[in-house]
């Protein structure tokens, strides 16, 4: 282990522990209380999380080490918010006062944003709005749902939530979506997105049996309108026809840079007028009796009808606005969505009128990145401070996993031309922009079009390209169904990159990569593999792109790779369905399963420590099974104990259904393996003797404490003639 020193120029030092297996380097401040290393006597094996008043967790960047708000400002004053403890409250405040308020919740996000350094731009793009739907609307009885977690963040605070908001993604506290379970003001839970028209229009049909009269609102983001779910819905909301009201927060993102240089939808005294006209009652009623008369005279006057009143408003609309008019909602937009004059204004309309049918308004925001200027003046100076040690941040800042990975796609796309990258998801890892700007032709990004990726992937490679598709495991299972029918059941070559995979930390059990083993490895063409470390994942990319006859999958975790000071070597193929062996040990055997056989390495350098030698295997393929391997472990050993982060279903019970069936389980050994749902990973410091590490993982304890017994298990029915 190595330590390092720094001084930054505000009087703060920074002392950096680095390690080849940690992953990612310790930091201590000496402004900061953090719990010393010290000396442990005893080993608990059911440790308890540090308490968030005696430590500090820092992770990853160099240029993130001060803490900013210890030295940069105070919390700046919010009277207006701190008088609202939850909507009802916004019912009688002022126009003055509601533009106030924006300024009061806008401070308080920058503040939590600066704290806790978490990304809240998409909350400050609709500060506006969020105000203008609770002061209009009555939630909790009136139904308010959000499809993209990262924009609920004012309507937590609004909602009786802000004490608890320093506590966001953190365990225990509060979820970073919406969460039924959370709020009675959170009717339906978003996570992954394009959610809330379906949903709403569920609650809407509900209400209209039961003889209700709540209203339904569903807010969504351009983001999640790519993925077809939302189509589905607005097509079938507009043939059912029930009241609600769909706001699409139009923050001006898009996939396509054409239309970015593109002019782009106007936002004016006129498009405002016309907004506020389109919404009024009066207009509204106008056009149903219009619709009466023309339906009356007969002779196809109404079809002509409908035609001038469609192309009437698509002149009057921003381009594409009679999309939604074809799939039956009535359009309303656009509207500023930071001037809550007329964000009132059109949603008072809105909620004023019965029997309307589904209705969507087209709100533009524009996402809030100023900062305090203070904050940049004192960060600056730090960054003067940090340009002059680049040699030691680039030493420091732990390369990832995706670092990894796209190194090595990069080096196969310049061998073989015909390597493309298929890209879906909410949104893009920052290394695969350097693939994207080394092969712009050769990577298509889809967006939150995961079941369009698969099957276009497919369609790629019947034309002769080897695509590598790559998506989150936990957003993935929104395109199983084109997995299974578009790629494995014909055998199409599709090579499938699974990121995010296990668990995800903050971001809890909604982006979970818990499922991607069971669900792919269940498929009867599918190779499925997952690297233990960095070198096993550039092998694997190679091994993925020399397979052309049947689908392959492997899947990577967030975080650090293994051997941060190690160079990668180039890549070697891995033989299909090989796995080895690692450590050589007695007794107890453990086969680990991707990023978990480092936990598995990990137990059997403490277990050695012990004079307990286990063995440690690496499966590498889940899908086909090394069985040699497997029988092997299970002739030699007393116990095989399999480790992996994924669910019931999974590697495991491949392996124990092998072992069952191939007579292993008649014998002396025994199979073991756990399958917990883990809603978020922490670290836990272990008590135990000055001669072991104190920092370790959940797993890690779990595989130690499972190894420790058995192995005594097998010591005391041996030793049971002589007493012991």
């Known amino acids: 282990m190595g330590t390092v020193a720094a001084q930054c120029p505000l009087g703060i030092s920074a002392h950096f522990h680095v390690n080849s297996r940690d992953l990612h380097p310790k930091v201590d401040f000496s402004t900061s209380n953090f719990t010393p290393n010290g000396e442990f006597s005893r080993v608990n094996l059911y440790p308890n999380p540090p308490s968030p008043s005696t430590s500090k967790g820092f992770v990853g960047r160099i240029c993130s080490l001060p803490n900013a708000d210890d030295f940069i400002w105070e919390k700046v004053p919010t009277p207006i918010l701190d008088m609202v403890e939850n909507p009802i409250h916004l019912k009688n405040l002022s126009l003055k006062e509601l533009k106030q308020l924006a300024d009061d919740i806008r401070s308080e996000l920058s503040f939590l944003m600066n704290k806790t350094h978490k990304p809240l731009n998409a909350s400050l793009a609709v500060v506006e709005l969020t105000i203008a739907i609770h002061h209009v609307f009555h939630a909790p009885m009136d139904k308010i749902l959000w499809d993209v977690g990262e924009q609920t963040y004012a309507h937590k605070i609004l909602t009786g939530r802000r004490s608890l908001m320093h506590t966001l993604r953190q365990k225990n506290g509060l979820s970073g979506f919406t969460s039924r379970f959370e709020s009675e003001f959170d009717p339906f839970g978003a996570g992954h997105g394009c959610n809330s028209i379906s949903a709403g229009l569920g609650l809407a049909v509900a209400r209209d049996i039961k003889g209700k ?31 609600m009201v769909v706001i699409l927060n139009d923050c001006r993102h898009t ?70 008019e074809e799939l039956g909602l009535y359009y309303i937009g656009p509207v500023d969505g930071h001037n809550i004059d007329d964000l009132l204004c059109v949603l008072k309309e809105v909620a ?13 925001t524009k996402e809030d990145r100023e900062e305090n200027s203070q904050k940049h003046e004192i960060l600056d100076e730090f960054n003067k401070c940090s340009n002059s040690t680049d040699s030691f941040q680039s030493s420091i800042h732990p390369q990832t996993y995706s670092d990894c990975f796209v190194a090595a796609m990069i080096s196969e796309a310049e061998k073989d031309k015909d390597i493309v990258v298929v890209h879906a998801g909410m949104a893009m890892e920052p290394p695969l922009l350097q693939f994207q700007s080394k092969f ?48 494995d059941q014909q055998r199409i070559a599709v090579r499938f990159v699974i990121t995010s995979a296990g668990l995800v930390g903050s971001d809890g059990p909604t982006q979970c990569g818990a499922f991607d083993i ?26 993925a792109a020399h397979i052309d006859d049947r689908p392959v999958c492997f899947r990577y975790p967030r975080g650090a790779i293994v051997r941060m000071n190690k160079s990668l070597c180039s890549s070697i193929p891995i033989k299909i369905g090989k796995g ?8 107890v055997a453990l086969l680990g399963y991707g990023a978990m056989v480092q936990n598995c390495l990990n137990a059997q350098s403490l277990l050695s420590k012990l004079d307990i030698e286990v063995t440690v295997a690496d499966a590498r393929f889940c899908k086909p099974l090394d069985i040699k391997l497997v029988r092997q472990l299970c ?18 019970s491949h392996v124990a259904q092998f072992v069952s069936l191939d007579g292993k389980l008649d014998g002396r050994t025994k199979v073991i393996f756990q399958t ?16 072991f590490p104190v920092e370790t993982s959940l797993e890690y304890a779990i595989i130690v404490k499972f190894a420790i017994f058995m192995y005594f298990q097998q010591r005391k029915g041996l030793g049971g003639e002589d007493g012991r």
């Open 213 to 243: 009269r709540d209203r339904i609102v569903a807010v969504i983001s351009n983001w999640t309108i790519m993925n077809g779910q939302v189509y589905e819905a607005m097509s079938n909301a507009g043939y059912l026809d029930s009241n």
């Open 255 to 324: 996939l396509n840079p054409k239309l970015e240089e593109s002019l782009k939808t106007p936002i004016n005294a006129l498009s405002s007028t016309l907004s506020k006209l389109q919404s009024s009652k009066s207009f509204r009623k106008f056009r149903e009796v219009a619709k009466g008369v023309t339906k009356r005279i007969g002779r196809g006057m109404h079809e002509w009808a409908a035609k001038v009143d469609e192309f009437v408003r698509g002149m009057m609309g921003p381009p594409g606005s009679t999309l939604f």
């Open 352 to 364: 004023s009128l019965d029997s309307m049918g589904p209705v969507l308004v087209h709100v533009i």
């Open 440 to 487: 712009p032709d050769r990577f298509f990004d889809v967006g939150m079009a995961e079941q369009h990726a698969v099957t276009f992937s497919a369609g790629l490679s019947c034309g002769g390209l080897k695509p590598f598709c790559i998506i989150p495991s936990t957003f993935l299972q929104r395109a199983y169904d084109q997995v299974v029918h578009d790629v």
């Open 518 to 543: 069971t669900l792919l490895s269940c498929l009867p063409n599918m190779i499925v593999m997952a690297p233990s470390d960095e070198v096993d994942l550039i092998n694997m990319v190679a091994t």
């Open 580 to 587: 080895r062996i690692l450590r050589e040990g007695k007794v």
């Open 635 to 652: 002739e030699t050993h007393e116990f095989l104990i399999t480790v992996e982060e994924g669910s019931i279903g999974g590697f495991g």
């Open 676 to 691: 917990t749902y883990f809603f978020h990973k922490f670290i836990f410091l272990i008590d135990m003797s000055s001669a």
